[in-house]
């Protein structure tokens, strides 16, 4: 039986069973997680040991990426030209270089020894870093945008992730981040069936009520929401 990180409920039910892994539910908050949640020394494996489509001179779907990295830096240039930026599990570098392209002073962080490797080649200007939230808040830096794009359901600590979110945030910064909706109306019936359904590299899942709730427990008031089709959660929030 395992508490709620969110709204500490207790919950023990088994929910989704997919492979060796099992996910339980929230019975209050509807919040979906692991249990038992990998420790951070395996994740860390399944981040670093299963890379072989990503070396230093090749990333997948590398084009891609940058358009529509280019196109999401576009539409979110108000809260970063001229400013700090910080991109939380920024992969091959892809935001990173887009907002500095338009007038940021971006840096990324990520667990992927392999994918700093790719984005410190492909974009020598830029800043990357590839260290634990621990270390990089040590070094006391701040920003005035965060970027975490389809990170957050792969941290087992999301305690960690979200002290590190607050501790890397200016007073008023926009912080951008997308997930997983387990709350939309188009996840299948059967969750099991949803491909977001991928454990040990998914080990959580939010709905709308409980994200909103962790990030207001860390002082984070989300300020928009950008409705999708498609289950996905994006919103835009602000350091209170």
């Not at 930026?85 to 940021?104: E, I, Q, S, T």
């Not at 939309?184 to 059967?190: F, G, I, K, R, S």
Request: net charge neutral; proline share 6%; charged share 25%.
């Amino acid at each position: 039986m395992s508490n709620c990180t969110i709204c500490k409920t207790e919950t023990a039910e088994v929910y989704i069973r997919r492979d060796d892994y099992a996910y339980v539910r929230c019975p209050n908050c509807g919040f979906v997680f692991l249990d038992p949640m990998p420790d951070a020394e395996f994740l860390s494996r399944v981040y670093n040991e299963d890379e072989s489509a990503i070396d230093v001179a090749s990333y997948p779907k590398a084009a891609s990426r940058m358009r529509r990295a280019m196109l999401k830096a576009l539409g979110l240039w108000p809260y970063y030209v001229g400013r700090d930026a910080l991109d939380v599990g920024c992969g091959g570098g892809f935001m990173v270089a887009a907002m500095r392209r338009l007038g940021a002073r971006s840096v990324g962080i990520d667990i992927s020894r392999e994918s700093i490797k790719y984005a410190r080649a492909r974009f020598p200007r830029a800043d990357f870093v590839n260290e634990t939230f621990e270390a990089f808040l040590a070094q006391g830096r701040k920003f005035a945008f965060l970027y975490s794009s389809e990170v957050i359901e792969h941290i087992g600590d999301v305690e960690g992730y979200m002290r590190f979110l607050a501790g890397v945030a200016a007073p008023g910064a926009r912080l951008y981040l997308t997930t997983p909706d387990m709350g939309h109306p188009n996840v299948p019936d059967d969750p099991a069936q949803w491909n977001m359904v991928s454990p040990p590299r998914h080990v959580q899942l939010f709905n709308e009520r409980n994200l909103y709730c962790l990030l207001a427990e860390y002082g984070f008031e989300v300020i928009k929401r950008y409705p999708k089709d498609a289950p996905t959660l994006q919103v835009l929030a602000r350091k209170i």
